[in-house]
């Protein structure tokens, strides 16, 4: 029996009072009050030039590769240490995921090796915040430019993370945000698209709402809507969105507490890694983070099973991720690696997170770096950490 899960959806209490009001008032189709509210929030926060709603971080990347006019055999540039989503999305337009190593320290694309993967086909790259902490944007932005890319950000796991000041997914032409109940603001499947170039708002919009214009016809800017363009219905309902307005109200909240249990896993962590036992995670200076995740590195000789089976066994949620894209049967059919992955080869085998969430306790937290210390013991430490 698991006592101390990996994950616990935070509820801030408002939820059902907005979803009744959106009920009373029979709104249920998208572009609601709930939905502007939201797409407001955004707006203000991140700086973006527009925000939309989807019902997936999923569903914001399809976009994003229908926005970029992504075509068969167009090359994406992106890490193979992420969620199927990130290579899936561009896949669908014919597109072919370019996998490039990570980083040892943050987990995120190594912006050092995405010249070297560029060719004529290339056309985006699209950066990964692992764990809500910043890729390296101004090297990445600068590159893009130089070779005439789009930056798409999966900034899934990065609401209100920035990079020197600047919200993450606000930084390239397009960012993708997630709602998905297992990130930190949640709204059970929901996402956002950042359209970051003004010139761009008006397609997203269509794209969104099936190809047609009908954004512009509910502003009166036309008296009719029509088919303008490829799209798809990607607008979640308002019901959702209702629900979603009440964890954005208490984002910073959220955000807030979260932090505060990252720093006590850090803190009490520090002796473990300094003795060669594990590796905690790293944040640059540039970034700060929402503290979407706590993991940490085992070393070469620990079988990484064994931990987790005993972790288990004490009730502990701990799991980890990802399968790296390169090695899956879709991943090795569909895209195609630049060189050797090392580092994630190596990291992705390693990494174990800790459960996270809000309402966690100290005793908890206490529990679980005593079962993780003793279960790493079991399975096998030796020698000093590598990384
Ligand atoms: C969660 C996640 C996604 C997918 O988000 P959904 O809202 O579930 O579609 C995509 N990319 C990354 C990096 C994620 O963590």
Redesign the pocket.
């Known amino acids: 029996m698991i006592h101390i899960p990996f994950n616990k959806p935070y509820m801030t209490g408002q939820e059902l009072g907005y979803i009744a009001d959106a009920h009373a008032n029979l709104q249920f189709a998208g572009d609601g009050a709930y939905t502007k509210r939201c797409h407001a929030w955004l707006e203000a926060r991140t700086g973006t030039a527009r925000a939309l709603l989807t019902h997936?971080?999923?569903?914001?990347?399809e976009m994003s590769a229908l926005l970029a006019e992504i075509g068969p055999g167009d090359e994406i540039i992106m890490p193979s240490y992420?969620?199927?989503?990130?290579a899936n999305a561009f896949v669908l337009r014919g597109g072919v995921p370019v996998f490039v190593d990570i980083r040892p320290d943050t987990l995120n694309l190594d912006e050092t090796l995405i010249e070297a993967a560029i060719t004529p086909r290339t056309r985006a790259i699209v950066p990964?915040?692992?764990a809500g902490v910043g890729c390296e944007m101004d090297a990445i932005m600068a590159l893009a430019r130089r070779h005439g890319l789009q930056v798409i950000e999966?900034?899934?796991?990065g609401v209100t993370s920035e990079y020197r000041g600047k919200a993450l997914g606000s930084i390239g032409d397009l960012g993708?945000?997630?709602?998905?109940e297992?990130?930190n603001v949640i709204c059970g499947?929901?996402?956002a698209l950042l359209v970051n170039t003004p010139e761009r708002s008006l397609r997203a919009e269509i794209i969104r709402e099936k190809g047609t214009d009908r954004s512009r016809f509910f502003r009166g800017e036309v008296d009719k809507y029509t088919w303008q363009e490829v799209g798809s219905s990607f607008l979640p309902g308002e019901l959702i969105t209702a629900f979603l307005w009440a964890q954005l109200e208490q984002a910073d909240r959220i955000t807030g507490e979260r932090l505060a249990s990252w720093r006590y896993y850090h803190e009490q962590l520090a002796a473990a890694e300094k003795a060669g036992i594990l590796r905690r995670p790293i944040v640059p200076d540039t970034c700060t983070h929402n503290a979407h995740m706590y993991y940490v590195l085992l070393t070469a000789d620990v079988d990484r099973d064994v931990v987790l089976r005993q972790m288990k066994q004490h009730g502990i949620g701990a799991v980890f991720h990802y399968v790296p894209l390169h090695t899956s049967p879709a991943g090795s059919a569909l895209g195609r690696t630049n060189g050797a992955l090392p580092v994630t080869d190596s990291l992705s085998a390693r990494l174990i997170r800790l459960p996270l969430w809000v309402g966690l306790t100290r005793a908890e937290q206490d529990e679980v770096i005593d079962v993780l210390l003793r279960a790493i013991d079991l399975a096998g430490h030796r020698r000093p950490a590598t990384v």
């Open positions: 997936s971080c999923t569903a914001a990347l992420t969620f199927v989503s990130t990964v915040h692992y999966d900034a899934a796991q993708a945000y997630s709602f998905h297992t990130k499947e929901g996402g």
